[in-house]
């Protein structure tokens, strides 16, 4: 697998093969895709796993004034020196900004300072709601952990920015259980429910990043290389709207992750833990 | 002389009755008291309330011992492998009652027991199923009319916070990250430190800006080094997350989880003989010490 092969990142061989895609990972994709959701200067909330390397990948090419708060009460503006299996492991702490608790990162949140929060999910529907609660497998309820965090960052995000494994039983009509709000039924559901920021603006997957119409509705935006937008589309059980129906432009092609994200990701990653396919 | 309130864990943790509330796991995966925990299943103490945001495997471990009737959480899972199994189990087979939380609602929860008030409001979770929860209220401000969720207080019975070090008094250093462990130690009626290391209070004294655990809140201090292994504590030790992947692997069953159970909790008499069992290096590599700070009159 080319993750377990991180000095290969040195080199050309994101541009050199006749298929890019043989290069680097559905999940290194994902990362890649989600560090250029964090814009210079953002406060972003980052949630376990692929978003924590997505934010120290941020941060360390085209964001490097961008902050990070963990729910456990970590502040960090610089990536962990050493691999993170959670956000309170020692590298996380260790030369952080500030390692406070969680009424103070979740009042931030609360008072509407944190620009980017990154959110997953078992289920998304067309409004990018989420569940990470109970889901059904035929007659048999299936108990999932629950919450955390996410539904706090979910409602009181600026923006959020969702990411999840491609995977056809995920995108359902309507979640079975809200735990996270997106957009609610779409329009200005939010405003009504009173929930306060701004919902999802991005969803990334293993095959392709997809954005919110100005109805809240998901809408298929760009296919990483090799994908076929067809494809994807017939993945959902609705008929999905694509970025040719919102803008008028065609569904594009996501852009690769250069040698640098590449080198970078491998580094925070090395044995691929997180970001192995 | 202040009251010496060190004793056994064997001791400390007796004094926790079955059906009480007991609030763990409060710094979310850093210093989870898992020795205290295992302490709990080691002497039985039955039909428990767990309150915590997250809980890596503690809860799950304390279910499947057949501890919990009922779990006021956020989050009940492993963090390294994602489902807590024994949580699963007995929430599918109807014998876990589950009040879903987000992060923040625990927090908010806490600190209004903290704050000796009935609730307070929050426009988290407006919009999701979980602010539908029994528990909560959907609300209008009297202020500016605005929607919002009344979280109910939760006072639990015992608090258990593990710690870098503390006095025999119950003050208490810590430092790293904390969750919500400040509002449940203030929210709890009694509360269970246990310390990598107990010192003189003249050293506590030495620092007071890391005092967050003061003695009049403490019931018991117990010194119980590596107490919160697998978590990691800063400056002690690491995450040992390979422990916390064979734990997934080994509890995936009923069955498997007692024979893990046999194992790693009924078949110790405490954390030293634990210990020793626990092979891997985890000591911190490369220590970083803060810079001097000075006080003075």
Redesign the interface.
């Known amino acids: 697998m080319a993750s377990e092969n991180g000095a290969g990142a040195d080199g050309a061989n994101g541009t050199n093969g006749a298929d890019g895609a043989d290069g680097y990972t559905a999940r290194e994709m994902m990362v890649s895709a989600a560090a250029r959701e964090i814009e210079d200067g953002d406060v972003a909330f980052v949630g376990m796993r692929l978003p924590l390397i997505a934010f120290q990948v941020a941060v360390s090419t085209h964001a490097p004034n961008a902050m990070s708060v963990f729910e456990s009460g970590v502040v960090r503006d610089d990536p962990a020196d050493g691999f993170l299996h959670t956000m309170c492991d020692l590298p996380n702490l260790d030369r952080a900004v500030s390692t406070t608790g969680m009424l103070d990162v979740m009042g931030r949140l609360a008072r509407g300072d944190i620009d980017v929060g990154f959110l997953g999910g078992a289920e998304i529907d067309r409004y990018g709601n989420l569940n990470t609660t109970r889901v059904h497998a035929g007659d048999r309820e299936i108990r999932l952990p629950g919450s955390g965090g996410a539904c706090d960052i979910a409602c009181m995000s600026d923006r959020t920015v969702i990411l999840m494994a491609h995977e056809p039983r995920r995108f359902v009509e309507r979640v079975e259980y809200v735990t996270s709000p997106g957009h609610g039924e779409g329009g200005d559901w939010r405003a009504e429910e009173s929930v306060p920021g701004g919902g999802p603006s991005a969803l990334v997957t293993s095959k392709a990043t997809f954005g919110f119409d100005d109805g809240g509705e998901l809408y298929l935006r760009t296919v990483h290389p090799g994908e076929d937008a067809d494809a994807v589309a017939a993945d959902f059980p609705w008929d999905l709207r694509t970025r040719e129906d919102v803008t008028g432009d065609p569904v594009g092609e996501t852009a690769e992750p250069t040698d640098e994200v590449l080198s970078l990701v491998r580094g925070f990653d090395p044995d691929g833990f997180w970001t192995a396919d | 002389m202040p009251a010496d309130k060190t004793t056994s864990m064997a001791e400390a943790v007796g004094r926790i009755e079955p059906g009480s509330t007991v609030a763990a796991g409060l ?4 210093a989870i008291p898992f020795a205290a925990g295992h302490e709990l299943a080691r002497q039985g103490t039955d039909d428990l309330t767990l309150v915590g ?2 809980s ?1 495997v503690l809860f799950d471990q304390l279910v499947g011992a057949g501890l919990v009737s009922r779990v006021r ?5 492993n ?2 492998a ?3 199994y024994n ?2 189990r007995a ?2 087979a109807g014998d876990l009652s ?1 009040e ?6 625990v ?1 908010l929860s806490l ?1 209004a027991a903290a704050l000796g008030v009935p609730y307070l409001p ?9 602010a539908e929860e029994p528990q909560f209220r959907i609300a209008e401000d009297p202020f500016e009319g ?2 919002v969720v009344q979280v109910p207080a939760i006072a639990p019975d015992w608090a258990f916070v593990h710690v870098q070090r503390a006095a025999p008094t119950g003050d208490a250093h810590l ?9 449940a130690v203030r929210a709890a009626e009694h509360v269970l430190v246990t310390a990598e290391e107990v010192v003189d209070l003249d050293v506590i004294k030495s620092d007071p800006s890391r005092t967050r655990i003061t003695r009049e809140q403490v019931d018991a201090v117990v010194e119980a080094p590596f107490g919160a292994h697998p ?2 504590v ?1 400056g002690r030790y ?2 040992d ?1 390979e422990y ?1 992947l064979e734990y997934a692997d080994a509890t995936r069953d009923a069955d498997g989880f007692g024979a893990w159970a046999d194992e790693w909790v009924y078949g110790v008499d405490g954390r030293e003989e634990y210990r020793e069992k626990v092979e891997r290096d985890l000591s ?1 590599q ?1 220590p ?1 010490t803060a810079a001097e700070v000075t006080y003075g009159q």
């Open positions: 710094a979310l995966e850093h945001p997250i890596d959480a956020a989050w009940t899972g963090v390294s994602g489902s807590g949580f699963r929430v599918e589950v879903n939380h987000s992060n923040f609602s927090a600190h929050t426009r988290s979770l407006l919009g999701s199923d979980i605005e929607r430092w790293g990250n904390t969750g919500v462990t400040y509002e978590s990691p800063a690491n995450r997350n916390f911190v490369e970083t």
